[in-house]
């Protein structure tokens, strides 16, 4: 399931979900069983099936684990794709946009052309372990603490795609647990189309993204603690956290 090539089937808040059924379904990775026990809001999004679909660990799209940062991309060699028809050729212009977070005395930018192709960021931030999410088919973001039941764990982009219940999308939107962010605009209104599913590996429960709630698994049901960022240009959050470092784009930094 090639889920970049649904970004040109968006329009509006609509989305086909051809690609996503169980006849295209691949064996499961093995220790990864799926995780059952759904959250009764599973009922109400699409598709009602996503608990019982196992995760696709080599969908292609793998997320960052092993995060490297620097002050700048200046002496970093940085893959087309991160660059985003950046004209200084660096991928880090000014006018570049980033999820920012100051938590605990540090700070730190997480540019969204990293995020649109890895969706998932495990990181440390100040000394305690941080998680930095971006879909960008919903064009949404969430950072929250990266702990299930309290303990530290690492997440990984399931391979799923689930469609939350609009009125639900908007109240997390309502409440700051998710905000709108684009890549060519900075901050947006999000879309209530499909949505990433995130995989924690301590539980193998699934997590709706867009809710930051457990869905799926022993974890059904569980909100995560939200940790509060903004969207900026690259030049206004290094004015305002002079002391930034930014993440570095792979191979610096490491997928999985």
């Known amino acids: 399931m090639d889920r970049r090539a649904y970004l040109g089937l968006l329009t509006g808040?609509?989305?086909?979900?051809?690609?996503?059924?169980?006849?295209?379904?691949?064996?499961?990775?093995?220790?990864f069983p799926?995780?059952?026990?759904?959250?009764?809001?599973?009922?109400?999004?699409?598709p009602a099936t996503v608990c019982s679909n196992p995760p696709y660990l080599?969908?292609?799209?793998?997320?960052?684990?092993?995060?490297?940062?620097?002050?700048?991309?200046?002496?970093?060699?940085?893959?087309?794709?991160?660059?985003?028809a950046d004209e200084t050729g660096r991928g880090l212009s000014a006018d570049t946009y980033v999820v920012g977070v100051e938590y605990d005395g540090a700070a730190r930018a997480y540019p969204l052309s990293i995020l649109w192709w890895h969706e998932i960021v495990n990181d440390t931030l100040g000394g305690d372990p941080v998680l930095v999410t971006y879909c960008a088919m919903c064009e949404t973001g969430m950072v929250a603490e990266r702990r299930v039941g309290g303990e530290e764990t690492t997440f990984r982009v399931s391979g799923q795609l689930w469609q939350a219940p609009p009125p639900y999308s908007y109240a997390s939107a309502e409440e700051g647990r998710v905000f709108g962010a684009s890549v060519l605009t900075g901050e947006t209104e999000l879309r209530t189309a499909a949505n990433l599913v995130l995989l924690d590996e301590a539980t193998g429960s699934y997590w709706s993204q867009i809710l930051a709630r457990g869905i799926c698994g022993p974890m059904s049901g569980e909100r995560m603690r939200i940790l509060p960022s903004s969207v900026a240009t690259w030049a206004e959050w290094r004015e305002n956290y002079p002391d930034t470092d930014v993440l570095l784009p792979p191979p610096q930094s490491k997928t999985a």
């Open 58 to 84: 080599s969908d292609g799209i793998h997320a960052v684990v092993e995060p490297a940062v620097g002050p700048d991309w200046e002496d970093v060699t940085v893959p087309e794709e991160y660059r985003f």
């Open 13 to 31: 808040a609509t989305l086909s979900f051809a690609g996503c059924t169980e006849g295209n379904a691949r064996p499961p990775v093995a220790g």
């Open 34 to 46: 799926a995780p059952g026990n759904p959250d009764p809001i599973v009922q109400e999004g699409f």
